[in-house]
């Protein structure tokens, strides 16, 4: 099992002390990670490469950062089961839009929960690394789930046997994912953590990207556009605003970059709204 520091992590997500493993204790960590951790690619923009192992994301989001999918979901799952949760790590894949085509691409890693005292018919999907995804897990049967302003769709996966399909919202980020029945090893995702982190086609790397849930909708910060779902946009002119705005509604405060850091963090998402509006112009 890989060793984390348990009462420094639930005292991250605001959490006094470990309870027992029940349906209410997961929704109690499930919904304080993502409303405390954000999903985040600062490290990303600033080319730095970031580990798999989920004790060193564990780590990250102690110290006060986040990350995305692989460290989220891979500190979060060594988090429960320290806790006493039998959890499943899973190979996934997103479709961005209904035009892609549904694969298990590996770009994802989803989680299951085995059934817990008090329901032991159900398991759970439990995800704290979609950004605007779950705010607290779904149990594992077929069915329609609103949380907030979204509505998820949850099936039987038709491309990976024994697998389940999540569909998000329409005003959602993504439009479904589909992962395989597991289990997988952070391993399995070394090439494509990689590929996100590093190529100039990955979204991650195009596009700096930071998002927080909450239970009663979504914060989203893409290069220098911050909107509210459901609510406002609003484009931040300035890096005091945008700094403010990391700090204030995402929990990130800029006393944790040097200022060369900063510096380069603000020119590299003013060049990325820059593309964005000529894009918008062109087409």
Do not use: K
């Not at 329609?144 to 697998?163: D, H, K, N």
């Not at 910060?221 to 509604?249: C, M, Q, S, Y």
């Amino acid at each position: 099992m890989i060793e984390i520091d348990v009462a420094a992590y639930l005292a991250r997500l605001g959490i006094e002390e470990a309870e027992p493993p029940s349906v209410a204790a997961l929704h109690r960590l499930h919904a304080a990670h993502v409303e405390r951790v954000p999903y985040e690619t600062l490290e990303i923009q600033l080319g730095r490469p970031t580990s798999l192992d989920p004790a060193e994301s564990a780590r990250r989001i102690v110290a006060g950062r986040g990350g995305y999918c692989f460290h989220l979901n891979g500190a979060f799952s060594a988090l429960l089961r320290q806790l006493g949760y039998r959890v499943t790590r899973h190979l996934g894949g997103a479709q961005m839009s209904a035009a892609d085509r549904a694969e298990i691409t590996r770009e994802h890693l989803a989680l299951t929960v085995d059934a817990l005292p008090g329901d032991p018919e159900t398991a759970w999907f439990t995800d704290v690394g979609l950004g605007d995804g779950l705010h607290t897990p779904l149990p594992l049967r077929t069915g329609t789930y609103r949380q907030g302003p979204f509505t998820y769709g949850l099936e039987p996966s038709r491309i990976a046997p024994g697998g389940w399909r999540m569909a998000h919202d329409p005003s959602g980020s993504f439009f479904a994912l589909d992962f395989a029945p597991g289990p997988a090893e952070m391993g399995d995702f070394a090439d494509r953590h990689e590929y996100l982190s590093t190529s100039p086609d990955s979204g991650f790397v195009r596009t700096c990207t930071v998002q927080r849930r909450d239970a009663g909708g979504v914060d989203v910060l893409r290069a220098l556009t911050l909107t509210r779902t459901p609510g406002t946009r609003t484009v931040l002119e300035t890096e005091h605003d945008w700094w403010a705005a990391l700090g204030d509604v995402f929990g990130i405060p800029a006393a944790g970059f040097t200022g060369e850091e900063r510096a380069r963090l603000w020119r590299t998402v003013v060049a990325q709204h820059e593309r964005f509006l000529a894009g918008q112009a062109q087409s």
